[in-house]
T-cell receptor
Framework: DTGVSQNPRHKITKRGQNVTFRCDPI?????LYWYRQTLGQGPEFLTY????????KSRLLSDRFSAERPKGSFSTLEIQRTEQGDSAMYLC??????????FGPGTRLTVL | AQTVTQSQPEMSVQEAETVTLSCTYD???????LFWYKQPPSRQMILVIR??????QNATENRFSVNFQKAAKSFSLKISDSQLGDAAMYFCAQQGGSEKLVFGKGTKLTVNP
């Protein structure tokens, strides 16, 4: 396994801009999860996919956030009209079934 | 709702000594998993150890072991023979039927040489 990868690793944007992050899970992992981690806190669940189906979304995921996993492989997380409160580390994890989740290195977003 | 509480924001240990990190949780589910993850500074989250709630035997992984008290909803992590590389944030997490992980706020572990 090559591990979960995320791109970009860092993103700086101005308030009001749209940003998109990508996550490539471990191959053959059918579940993919997105979490958000702010400074000094544990990660908070945003959403998850089983194959291409989005099965659960947190209330944290406002209508400015959208996630996709079109072919059941990589996933994208888009934030529209970014706000300063969106500044955080966005973590992706994958698992083979309802099993241990393996995390990627994260994308650190800074909104100016 | 599931909650996970780590009451020790920071802990320190001398190299080669033993340290125990505390975690309590609350859930109404009977079937769930508990995890400890390690997050070194500016590095990614790494699984340390996992415990299935239906197993009475405490999980162990080399120098890492847990004390799982299901009735008390307690899940502490013991690190033996601490090494400098153990310095990190440690997160306790629970996973129930919804599959999402619920994390505590973490404990920052410092290892002194």
């Amino acid at each position: 396994d090559t591990g979960v990868s995320q791109n970009p690793r860092h993103k700086i944007t101005k308030r009001g801009q749209n940003v998109t992050f990508r996550c490539d899970p471990i191959s053959e992992h059918n579940r993919l999860y997105w979490y958000r981690q702010t400074l000094g806190q544990g990660p908070e669940f945003l959403t998850y996919f089983q194959n291409e189906a989005q099965l659960e979304k947190s209330r944290l995921l406002s209508d400015r956030f959208s996630a996709e996993r079109p072919k059941g492989s990589f996933s994208t997380l888009e934030i529209q009209r970014t706000e300063q409160g969106d500044s955080a580390m966005y973590l992706c994890a994958s698992s083979r079934g309802p099993d241990t989740q393996y995390f990627g290195p994260g994308t650190r977003l800074t909104v100016l | 709702a599931q909650t996970v509480t780590q009451s020790q924001p920071e802990m320190s240990v001398q190299e080669a000594e033993t340290v125990t990190l505390s975690c309590t949780y609350d859930t109404s589910e009977s079937d769930y998993y508990l995890f400890w993850y390690k997050q070194p500074p500016s590095r990614q989250m790494i699984l340390v150890i996992r415990q299935e709630a239906y197993k009475q035997q405490n999980a162990t992984e080399n120098r890492f072991s847990v004390n799982f008290q299901k009735a008390a909803k307690s899940f502490s992590l013991k690190i033996s023979d601490s090494q400098l590389g153990d310095a990190a944030m440690y997160f306790c997490a629970q996973q129930g039927g919804s599959e999402k992980l619920v994390f505590g706020k973490g404990t920052k572990l410092t290892v002194n040489p």
